[in-house]
């Protein structure tokens, strides 16, 4: 006898208890639907009558309120409509008494409907005066006497519907203890007459089991030894024919993986830059000499654990790890304060972590390597980058300020008359010099950002005197590029603690970019909004061409300009505006799609607390 027809037969006890079960539990759906199906019947399409009733009422006493408003040209298809609605309800009421005492309800309903009805009619002919009075004094009250009766008609079915569930419910008790019993019963049975047969049939596994065991244990001399002719015993002789070919490709094969391993650990050691490859579990798999040496790891990568490590790059590592294992694609710094300073031969040095994913066959993340880039000479260029612009900048205000000064003063006439032509150049050079003021300030700006001492200095402000300023200062631009510009604050906002001339700025700055990324006849809002996390959301949106999903997150970095900008500018106005909202504790981001606009927002603390909260953020 084969396998299959074995394990068939000994199925055979399994299959009659099912069947059994099967059939009891078709006896028992069939109770309950009758239960279910009876509280349907009786009940339901008088519950749903009542309620269409009500909400019929409803609709006419809203139709006759329009009468008393003067507008019965609007009141009469919906008094109509509504009216045949709660006729129809009310007869099928009328013809499905169920329970003691409905039918007296149904005849008082049917009372109250037909005064309600008269009433509602004598309104039609009255002067809007006269149906006010009528409705305040009688036909109100009649329309309530009428949701009081299809509240009773209501209350009396539903109460009907609970009982009866209750009733349904027990007899589900009843039944699930006779179905749980037969289902004991059967199953005691089944697994008496099938377990000897079972284990008689599957002994073969327990062989063919342990050869694979000690396959999986790399153990290739290991055989299935299976007598007879059913489909355990070919399955065995397959099994050992396998495990010949795996014995001959280990043999075969193991110098090419050896070699291939080799390749791949030179390749990690010969990189100057520590590196460091983790396994999807947290565990280290492998590390260069570089990152051996500046973490201190053991030689051996088995004995290697991240918890050994110093705090500072531990965390680095980590963050990237995290980063990566999320599937939030690879991690890249955003900027040169997420580096860590290591000393390293007596020297202080900063690296940056980069972390890459590393793919099975599948294309599933099998691990990730960490990479600490050495970004000492690059930070020094950065600083030194930056001290020229503070310095350049710094330098250009003193003649900047006398030819700010010149110009106006011989615009102002000063010195002599000026010919038109010469009035037009001078107001081009003042417009020039105020643009070049505005790029040295942001300059100086961004000196003090990177220097650590930008001076934000909060006090209690209201938001919207904190938006009409900022749209006051941008409305004469906004009405020369025909762009609508609308505030949005509901009432009620809290105060919120900011420093008014920062906030303003970075306002003006956002509603600038907003008008002139703005087509002409487009729309500027600039809206306010209390968040469930003690801040205030204030948002600036435009309906512009939008930014494309790869470049919004490179828009808060200095001197990013997007490809195509129009306007002058040094591409520093939303990192100031970002390192702005952070010195004030808050958060900023975009959400944008191209063809639907851009909306830059940010967040601002809630005044909760007084001077307390403000000395907390200052």
């Given at each position: 006898m084969t396998l299959r027809a074995r394990l068939l037969l000994a199925q055979l006890p399994l299959v009659l208890a099912v069947a059994g079960l099967g059939v009891g539990a078709v006896l028992t759906l069939r109770s309950l639907g009758a239960a279910s199906q009876g509280i349907l019947e009786e009940n339901y399409r008088s519950v749903l009558a009542a309620q269409r009733m009500k909400e019929a009422a409803e609709r006419i006493d809203s139709a006759v309120l329009f009468m008393v408003a003067g507008e019965p040209e609007k009141a009469a298809p919906q008094i109509a409509g509504n009216r045949a609605l709660f006729e129809t309800e009310l007869r099928a009421e009328e013809t499905n008494i169920t329970e003691a005492g409905e039918r007296e309800a149904a005849a008082e309903l049917r009372r109250r409907w037909e005064t309600?009805?008269?009433?509602?009619?004598?309104?039609?002919?009255?002067?809007?005066?006269?149906?006010?009075?009528?409705?305040?004094?009688?036909?109100?009250?009649?329309?309530?006497?009428?949701?009081?009766?299809?509240?009773?008609?209501l209350d009396m079915n539903q109460a009907a519907m609970v009982?009866?569930?209750?009733?349904?419910?027990?007899?589900?008790?009843?039944?699930?203890?006779?179905t749980v019993a037969a289902g004991l019963l059967?199953?005691?049975?089944?697994?008496?007459?099938?377990?000897?047969?079972?284990?008689?049939?599957?002994?073969?596994?327990?062989?063919?089991?342990?050869?694979?065991?000690?396959?999986g244990q790399k153990d290739f001399a290991a055989r299935a030894r299976v007598e007879g002719t059913d489909e355990i015993a070919l399955l065995a002789r397959d099994f050992n024919s396998m495990a010949e070919r795996l014995a001959e490709f280990e043999q075969s094969s193991l110098g090419a993986v050896v070699q291939a391993r080799q390749a791949s650990h030179a390749a990690i050691e010969s990189l100057p830059d520590p590196v460091v490859v983790f396994g999807r579990g947290g565990e280290i798999l492998a590390a260069n000499e570089a990152a051996r040496t500046l973490l201190r790891l053991p030689a051996d990568e088995q004995a290697a654990r991240l918890g050994d490590v110093d705090p500072a790059p531990r965390a680095a590592?980590?963050?990237?790890?995290?980063?990566?294992?999320?599937?939030?694609?690879?991690?890249v710094p955003q900027g040169y304060e997420e580096a860590v300073r290591l000393v390293v031969s007596g020297a202080e040095r900063q690296f940056l972590p980069r972390g890459s994913a590393l793919h099975d066959a599948a294309g599933a993340i099998a691990g990730v390597a960490v990479t600490l880039q050495d970004v000492t000479r690059l930070r020094h260029f950065d600083e030194l980058k930056t001290d020229l612009v503070a310095t350049v900048a710094h330098e250009f205000r003193t003649p900047l300020t006398s030819l700010r000064m010149a110009v106006h003063l011989c615009l102002e006439g000063a010195a002599g008359p000026l010919t038109?032509?010469?009035?037009?150049?001078?107001?081009?050079?003042?417009?020039d010099c105020e643009r070049m003021q505005a790029?040295?300030?942001?300059?100086?700006?961004?000196?003090?950002?990177?220097?650590?001492?930008?001076?934000?200095?909060?006090a209690p402000r209201e938001?919207?005197?904190?938006?009409?300023?900022?749209?006051?200062?941008?409305?004469?631009?906004?009405?020369?590029?025909?762009?609508?510009?609308?505030?949005?604050?509901?009432?009620?906002?809290?105060?919120?603690?900011?420093?008014?001339?920062?906030?303003?700025?970075?306002?003006?700055?956002?509603?600038?970019?907003?008008?002139?990324?703005?087509?002409?006849g487009g729309t500027v809002r600039v809206a306010a909004a209390e968040g469930p996390d003690g801040h205030v959301t204030l948002r600036v949106s435009d309906t512009g061409r939008g930014i494309p999903r790869e470049?919004?997150?490179?828009?808060?970095?200095?001197?990013?300009?997007?490809?195509?900008?129009?306007?002058?500018?040094?591409?520093?106005?939303?990192?100031?505006?970002?390192?702005?909202?952070?010195?004030?504790?808050?958060?900023?981001?975009?959400?944008?799609?191209?063809?639907?606009?851009?909306?830059?927002?940010?967040?601002?603390?809630a005044v909760e607390s007084g001077e307390q909260h403000l000395s907390g953020l200052a």
């Open positions: 309600y009805t008269a009433e509602v009619a004598t309104l039609g002919g009255l002067s809007r005066t006269a149906a006010s009075a009528a409705y305040f004094g009688s036909v109100e009250r009649s329309f309530l006497a009428v949701k009081e009766a299809a509240d009773r008609i009982r009866k569930s209750a009733r349904a419910r027990a007899v589900a008790r009843r039944l699930e203890t006779a059967a199953l005691a049975l089944a697994v008496l007459t099938t377990t000897r047969a079972i284990t008689r049939a599957l002994r073969p596994l327990n062989v063919l089991t342990h050869a694979v065991r000690r396959i590592i980590e963050r990237a790890r995290a980063h990566v294992l999320a599937g939030r694609g690879p991690y038109d032509r010469q009035s037009d150049l001078l107001y081009a050079a003042r417009e790029m040295v300030d942001d300059l100086l700006d961004l000196s003090r950002i990177e220097g650590g001492i930008l001076d934000v200095r909060v938001v919207e005197d904190l938006l009409d300023e900022a749209l006051e200062a941008e409305r004469a631009a906004a009405a020369e590029a025909k762009v609508e510009l609308r505030k949005e604050a509901p009432p009620g906002l809290p105060t919120v603690a900011a420093d008014r001339e920062r906030i303003h700025l970075v306002l003006v700055n956002l509603i600038s970019n907003a008008v002139r990324h703005s087509p002409a470049l919004q997150p490179r828009i808060f970095e200095k001197f990013f300009r997007l490809p195509g900008a129009e306007g002058a500018g040094a591409g520093l106005g939303l990192f100031i505006a970002r390192e702005t909202v952070r010195a004030h504790r808050g958060d900023i981001g975009v959400d944008s799609a191209p063809g639907r606009g851009t909306t830059i927002w940010f967040t601002l603390p």
